[in-house]
């Protein structure tokens, strides 16, 4: 998958669901490897990022066992690491090796953490930071990949004010406070994706959420033994932009997480005149929020951003820029300059490929203004990531001329089948 090219295409209809939540399906994958006892992961997001996880704690000594769509992993307690023998080589995923820096900053062994050239470019040392003030000694290459993580004895709890809106840093800490011996206490005014959090209550851990302040105390986990992981928002963002920009089009993307802190793309979709109705159901025992979301075609227009919503619409304000392209007249997205750490600075990729798609855009420090207009084919950088890649062939729902994006490599790490599944609703992307 380098190089793909998206034809232009009339309406787009059907009745879909998308593969499993990533972030959900990371975060089920450690903690079930951190309890005692056994869980079964439905409906797994099975992916480079997730088979990172998977081989990383496979490493550390968990048994995972991969048969028909479900995972089964076998739990080795949080006294039950084992050193690995090698280099731990989290390839492009950045919510895995956060997440594993708080469980590795609490062992008595040692070890040492790479990534691919995007994750090598990404900052390290905000979740380095807060675990060294609980008594983790952490290595970096000034702030970035690699990293050597020491043997320690025992971390020690912490009183953390988080600045910085980030779930990764978030659950890095939670997980690194499972190992210590009291309480631990993160204070936000951020409300990012609370996933973590959310497991951690249905892994029985002592954590306590009140306004602002999580409070987490240190101790075993117990497997609920079943974990449903709901479809990908993040993925499903791709199908509903499409059929919005697209005419006479109309989809139902059903079995997809509906969590509030995951909300902000479609909030900000319904903010440009959006038709898209989400119906929450009571599925699968799901802790998560779980439903089906309806989409028609939709004249956008163009808005002001509000700032609540950058945050929870982090990973889909690529499709925002897209979006603001395809409406009439000109959006404003400011307050997004977390979206510079991303897999690549997706500001300056997403500035760079309207440009070039004939798209007047002006670029900001912390966002961009974005007239819409009419879109030409070209052909596009996809920067080596996956969400700018993705976002960037619907844009030909509007253009005449085809639009080719290069080096596609990395939508392999959230949605390989992404291709198929566009293409099941009536696009027409192929290999080039
Ligand atoms: C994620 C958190 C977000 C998001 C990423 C997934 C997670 O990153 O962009 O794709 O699963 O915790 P930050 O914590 O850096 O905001």
Redesign the pocket.
């Known amino acids: 998958m380098n190089t793909l090219i998206s034809n232009k295409v009339n309406s787009l209809n059907g009745e879909i669901e998308v593969p499993g939540d990533?972030?959900i399906s990371?975060?089920a994958v450690l903690l079930s490897m951190l309890s005692e006892g056994q869980t079964i992961l439905e409906n797994y997001l099975s992916s480079e990022d997730i088979n990172r996880t998977i081989e990383v704690s496979r490493y550390l000594g968990a048994d995972i066992y991969l048969k028909n769509e479900i995972m089964e992993v076998h739990g080795i307690g949080l006294e039950g690491l084992v050193k690995p023998k090698r280099i731990l080589d989290f390839g492009n995923a950045?919510?895995s090796i956060?997440?594993f820096m708080g469980i590795l900053a609490a062992q008595n062994f040692e070890s040492a953490l790479t990534g691919d050239k995007s994750l090598k470019k990404r900052p390290m040392e905000r979740v380095a930071e807060p675990l060294r003030a609980m008594g983790a000694i952490i290595e970096t290459n000034e702030g970035k990949l690699p990293i050597t993580i020491k043997a320690i004895n025992k971390l020690n709890n912490l009183s953390y004010k988080l600045d910085?809106?980030?779930?990764?840093?978030?659950?890095s800490i939670l997980l690194a406070s499972l190992f210590t011996d009291g309480k631990t206490v993160i204070k936000t005014n951020f409300k990012?994706?609370d996933?973590?959090e959310i497991m951690l209550k249905d892994f029985s851990a002592g954590i306590e959420i009140k306004n602002n302040t999580i409070s987490i105390d240190g101790g075993n986990l117990t497997s609920p033994e079943y974990i449903y992981i709901p479809g990908d928002l993040?993925s499903a963002s791709f199908l509903i932009l499409a059929t919005l920009i697209s005419k006479e089009s109309k989809i139902k993307i059903k079995n997809v997480g509906l969590n509030p802190t995951r909300m902000g793309f479609i909030e900000i979709m319904k903010l440009m005149n959006a038709d898209i109705e989400v119906n929450v159901e009571n599925k699968f025992n799901s802790k998560e929020k779980i439903g089906s979301i309806l989409v028609r075609s939709s004249n956008l227009k163009a808005i002001d951003v509000p700032k609540n919503l950058i945050?929870s619409a982090?990973?889909e304000l690529p499709l925002v820029f897209l979006a603001a392209a395809c409406a009439e007249g000109t959006t404003l997205i400011k307050n997004a300059k977390?979206l510079r750490?991303?897999e690549s600075d997706r500001i300056k990729a997403m500035v760079t490929n309207l440009s070039s798609l004939s798209i007047e855009v002006k670029e900001y420090d912390d966002g961009a203004r974005i007239k819409g207009g009419p879109i030409k084919g070209a052909t596009l950088e996809s920067f080596d990531d996956h969400r700018v890649a993705m976002t960037c062939l619907l844009a030909s729902c509007r253009s005449e001329s085809p639009v080719i994006v290069r080096n596609c490599f990395n939508i392999n790490t959230s949605f390989p089948t992404f291709k198929e599944t566009m293409n099941s609703i009536g696009m027409d992307i192929n290999e080039y």
């Open positions: 990533k972030s990371h975060r950045g919510t956060r997440l910085i809106p980030s779930a990764q840093i978030k659950s990012t994706r996933h973590t993040s945050t982090i990973d977390e750490f991303k």
